[in-house]
């Protein structure tokens, strides 16, 4: 995309899920630094709309809707980290940014950087792959 005073950036980190919620807790960007690498998404956003996702209290996102602008681009388990450049302070904070995203009629795209798990292959004794990894 050419260079674009209405284009926003949004960080964020992932994590996979885990039907254990401690698990989900434990393994974070902060915790476990060395498991996550950065990489960037750009989801277009024409004026008058922006990415619809529901997230936690600690900013990770837990579900996608369907038809969302965010959808394929972002991932169950992302953290998100920034907007545009700024730091999310909390949930709230998150929503009313992407509120001015979508008040903005010059919009055109949402420059997501992000932090993902990276993906180690595990073999058992009997050199398989692990249940998770299948």
């Not at 974070?28 to 750009?42: Q, R, Y």
């Not at 979508?102 to 990276?118: E, F, G, L, M």
């Amino acid at each position: 995309l050419p260079p674009n005073k209405n284009i926003f950036s949004v960080d964020v980190s992932s994590a996979p899920t885990s039907p254990n919620r401690e698990q989900r807790r434990i393994l974070t960007p902060d915790s476990f630094p060395d498991l996550f690498e950065e990489k960037s998404i750009t989801i277009i956003c024409p004026g008058g709309a922006a990415p619809k996702l529901r997230i936690s209290r600690n900013l990770q996102v837990l579900r996608i809707p369907d038809g969302s602008l965010a959808q394929n681009r972002l991932d169950p388990g992302d953290f998100l980290l920034k907007v545009d450049g700024k730091e999310i302070g909390d949930k709230k904070q998150f929503y009313r940014m992407m509120q001015d995203i979508a008040k903005d009629p010059d919009c055109q795209a949402v420059i997501v950087k992000t932090t993902s798990i990276i993906k180690l292959l595990s073999l058992n004794d009997d050199h398989e792959l692990i249940k998770p990894f299948r």
